[in-house]
């Protein structure tokens, strides 16, 4: 649905000659409040005069896109970021997105998605017996792969995130990551493991041997009809138990190649179209169901996972500005769930590629340290890693 309010009403002009430390604590106050999508779905905040931002002479202007997820997902953003410092004569194109409703009759639409309801749960509850019989039929034929443990050690990672937030941003040279026989994803997921290894071996006494991380997929090559949200999270290990670093990213590349099979065939294809046709009715008792699952495994000593890896390509180095001056970098800050406390997100646009972080100091609280570590570990992958 379009909405034609101003867009002043939506943008909030902010503090004006921060530090990038003072910006960086602002940034983690937005992270910690959540937007109710129903009343204000996005809003814009402008920094003026950012001093000592990374990689930038003098003072920079920085935007900032606060949204709910109900409205931004990972496969908008790159269009979103096009709109606001892009060519403004270009069209602007979401793979899987309709086109744009003018007016929509909230008390109509309610009505009809009542009155579908019922049809709704009947077609969800044979889609879904459907989908359980067809992964039985694969699992007897043996053409289905063996699903991983789900079973892990807890980590201070999956503890409570309290209601603060700590945002940090590494920026990254992609060409000197490009490593032989790994994808970038494979040198970052790496990097991220030799660094979460040494950090929980200072702070918590040990890494856990199952140690993995949650990333996101993209499904490229899936039919546009199962919408903008084409993606698959897939749980990889991070084998931190292999202490040679080659043999460890060739293990972790590994492990993510195997997830990209597992979450890039019809299977998978069709799990999402099931999520797609779950009846809104349900989602929230749904959800809470899988929030009281987590929390009784956390009770138990069992985690899923430990971190969350996501990505945003936008295209290369993007021709981007803003009043005349060009983009420096991006960022972007998936939120903290109930299962870890610890996220990442990288931006690929060339030179400008950037991993943001995301956690909070109840979870990590010396993430400066993780950061130092952080860049150690991709200065170790290039030297010790041949280049592609």
Not at 45 to 51: D, E, P, S
Not at 63 to 71: D, E, K, N, P, R
Not at 184 to 192: A, E, P, R
Not at 239 to 249: G, K, M, N, W
Request: with cysteine.
């Amino acid at each position: 649905m379009a909405d034609h309010a101003p867009i002043e009403q939506r943008l909030v002009h902010r503090d004006h000659g921060l530090d990038w430390s003072e910006f960086l604590a602002a940034i983690g106050e937005l992270a910690a409040t959540a937007m109710d999508a129903r009343s204000r779905a996005w809003r814009i905040h402008v920094f003026y005069g950012v001093r000592r931002v990374p990689g930038v002479e003098g003072a920079a202007t920085i935007v900032v896109l606060q949204g709910s997820h109900a409205l931004l997902a990972g496969p908008s953003i790159a269009a979103v970021a096009s709109v606001l410092f892009g060519d403004p004569h270009e069209p602007v194109t979401v793979p899987g997105l309709g086109p744009v409703a003018e007016r929509v009759n909230r008390f109509a639409a309610a009505a009809r998605g009542l009155a579908r309801t019922p049809a709704g749960l009947v077609r969800y509850a044979v889609a879904l017996q459907a989908a359980v019989r067809a992964v039985k039929q694969r699992q007897a034929e043996g053409s289905a792969e063996p699903a991983p443990s789900v079973e892990r050690a807890l980590t201070p990672l999956n503890g409570g995130c309290g209601d603060r937030r700590t945002a940090r941003v590494v920026r990254l040279d992609v060409d000197t990551l490009k490593r032989k026989n790994l994808t970038l994803t494979g040198v970052l997921l790496t990097g991220i493991s030799h660094a979460l290894q040494r950090y929980l071996d200072e702070e918590a006494g040990g890494c856990p041997p199952d140690l993995a991380a949650l990333v996101t997929i993209a499904m490229t090559a899936a039919p546009t009809d199962l919408g903008v949200n084409r993606l698959a999270g897939a749980v990889v290990d991070l084998h931190p138990e292999i202490e040679s670093l080659p043999v460890r990213a060739a293990t972790v590349q590994a492990s993510l190649e195997r997830e990209r099979r597992i979450n890039s065939n019809e299977v998978a294809v069709e799990r999402i179209r099931l999520v797609n046709q779950l009846p809104s009715v349900l989602y929230p008792w749904l959800s809470r169901q899988g929030r009281r699952r987590g929390r009784a495994a956390k009770a138990r000593g069992i985690a899923r996972l430990h971190t969350v890896v996501s990505s945003i390509n936008f295209g290369g180095a993007a021709p981007w500005s803003l009043g005349g001056a060009p983009l420096a970098f991006a960022a972007a800050f998936p939120p903290l769930t109930f299962e870890a406390g610890l996220t990442h997100c990288f931006i690929g646009a060339g030179h400008q590629s950037s991993l943001s972080i995301l956690t909070s100091p109840d979870v990590m609280p010396r993430a400066d340290r993780y950061v130092a570590l952080l860049e150690n570990a991709f200065a170790e992958i290039t030297g010790s890693l041949v280049p592609r």
